[in-house]
């Protein structure tokens, strides 16, 4: 598992050799797999209102 919490150190993201690359790599890898977890929750609370709503809907009559 990854600890997305964790930055990169600024060091390591400003290194001009190969290991630089990877680390910018990883650096927006871990920024997108954090951006799609956070939009996958935001879906699913939203999947939720509108189960609630439609519930209400159709039983609150």
Do not use: R, W
Request: without cysteine; glycine residues 6%; aromatic residues 14%.
């Amino acid at each position: 598992m990854s600890d997305f919490t964790k930055e990169i150190p600024k060091e390591l993201l400003h290194k001009t050799n190969e290991f630089g690359g990877i680390y910018k790599a990883l650096d927006k890898m871990k920024n997108d797999v954090k951006g799609i977890i956070q939009n996958v929750g935001n879906i699913s609370k939203q999947v939720e209102y509108i189960s609630i709503f439609q519930y209400l809907y159709i039983y609150a009559k």
